[in-house]
């Protein structure tokens, strides 16, 4: 061991003098890893390739007789060390997590930080999993440099498994004075979700600090408290104890942060907003008080920030509406636009809201009209009575620039017609939301996609003709003209948009069909992954992905073989083909093929005599893995044998 180490000090020493020299400090701190690595599985493995450490004789044989199948490199996440991995003897690779997690232990004590931290990111992939790896990255959380300190607190909130463990560590962290480790802390007991039940406490006294707007008050702890279920009503039993202060200062700083509770409740996703809004159900009358008082001061910010919050508090407070509705009316503009705003809230239980929303179409403000079609597009069809008044807002285009001489004026009107076109295209969006099957609509969209050289803006419509595609059948067979363009972005563009849409099938595969024979090649990529998610037309699907099996790219050969893998038993038409490119010269084609079998089953028993001979002359471990799940599955009463 004494030797190896020392053999292991030399790597590292010839690599810190290429670090000096070239200054790749990325690349160091990986290659170090790599590099021990690598020579620690080379003393582990005797010259017949079997392992040294393997006591049991009987496996011994089965291993050098090549009847025991490779074992997968779970531990080895990096793609570098995956690839000088499996250069040597499959059957070492048995034990690799374990040495991997000796060697890498070893190296956290190392002196130089870019080390340890290079450590503590590949310790921190088998820490979920492993609860010494667990307890060696909780270590370094007392590392005296801090960029160490802040890689180890991100990767133990993936340690789900020990959370009883890594919960204390991750409390205490929080108190640390960097303020990045302290908000990698919080932000890992947020990702711990309901296991980290123990860090609320810690957490509400922070939360706090945050609420009354105190200096160095950290957010991170509220993101953490709402990923955590439990926690939604404490905040809010906080917060209403703070809305009794008479402070006008103080109260509009509450309403910011409720606001900002919000915000940060729609980031944790997972239903944190409307457990929040059912917390503050429980407080109704004191939250209706404050609301209203706000709504009714004289201070208009205070009005805008009220009005604002009404969008997710609107249905617990409905003496409001009124107020909002009054509030439309008001000269300032900002009132009025917020007010719709906060209408929203009441969208679609109350029906005497629509007609102020849709009244607000023809403000002279274009930020209160903006408000308004963004409110429409909640209403759905039942707004259909705006839709005139939208379509106004799409047919009203300012002449060409080109026609203004150049100057200052050109540059201002060219920023009003900028604005007065994201309300076309958010007026497009609303009469989607209304009538999917609008003609308007899909013309509209398709005239602002065959706009050439305006990449930023086609992504935009693509976006929306993706949507609207999903409820109106005739979006597709428009996209299709675009796959013979002469710009390969808007091949692709096309294609990933039909792909997206899937319907109809009769349209759509031909098309991606056709996408397949595209001289770009991530174009043939997409077309492939696109064609595996079509399910109501097998068959034409079989038969485009069968057609197209022998391209070039064996990139493109593996996404086909895998989209045809999806379809299972119902793909069976496919196994010749199969069978097939289980002879192709690219092991991951061959591979890919050996798991597209797998999930036919049975019905892929003329594929057995291949798989079988995979199994017993393997030229990867990869290849050799996916036959032998593939046998078990087509031959299952022959399990056993190929376990």
Known sequence: MQYLLGLLKIIENKLKFLYKNIGLEFAYGRAIIIGIFVVGLLFGVSSNGVLLGCKDETRKQRITSGHQPPLSLECCKNEATNVLLTKLNPASLACCKDEAKKILVTILS?????????????????????????????????????????????????????????VPALIHAMEDKDKDTSSNAMRALGNLGPEAKAAIPSLIKLFEVWLNNEPNANPYSIRALMKIDTASEIITEKTIIELSSKNKQKQKILLERIGLLYTYASQAGSGASARLT????NHRQELASFMMDALSCNDSEMQIIAAELLRFLGPLIVEARPLLIRMSREKDPRLRACAISGLTGYIPDYKDVMPVIINCLNDE??????SAISAIKGFGPEAISAVPALISFIQDRPRRLSLIPEGAFRNILSFIFFRN????????????????????VLSEY????????????????????????????????ALVPFLKSED??????????IGKIGQPAEVVVPA?????????????????????DIKSDPELVMRTLIEHLNDENPNIRCSIIHSIGKFGPEAASAVPVLIGALKDECEKVRTESALALKNMGPAAKAAVPRLEEMLRQPEGWRECEAARKALICIVPERAEEFR
Do not use: H
Request: overall charge neutral; hydrophobic content about 40%.
């Open 446 to 477: 398709i005239r602002n996609y065959d706009k050439k050289g305006n990449k930023y803006e086609r992504i935009g419509v693509q976006s929306s003709l993706i949507k609207l595609g999903k409820n109106n059948s005739l979006v597709a067979p």
């Open 278 to 281: 059912l917390s503050f159900g």
């Open 365 to 370: 403000n274009m930020k209160v009209r903006l």
């Open 421 to 440: 076109k994201f309300i076309r295209m958010e007026s497009l969006e609303a009469i989607a939301a209304i009538d999917p099957n609008n003609s308007l």
């Open 488 to 497: 390969q972005e808007i091949r692709f563009d096309a294609t990933d948009a």
């Open 512 to 532: 991606l069909g056709e996408s397949l024979n595209d001289d770009y090649m991530e174009t043939r990529l997409i077309a492939a992954n696109y064609l595996g």
């Open 110 to 166: 190392n002196s130089d930080w870019k080390i340890r931290k290079a450590a503590v990111e590949e310790l921190g992939e088998m820490a979920p999993e492993d609860i010494k790896a667990s307890q060696s990255l909780i270590e370094k959380l007392k590392d005296n440099q801090p960029e160490v300190r802040r890689v180890v607190a991100d990767r133990l909130g993936s340690c789900i498994k020990q959370a009883s463990l890594v």
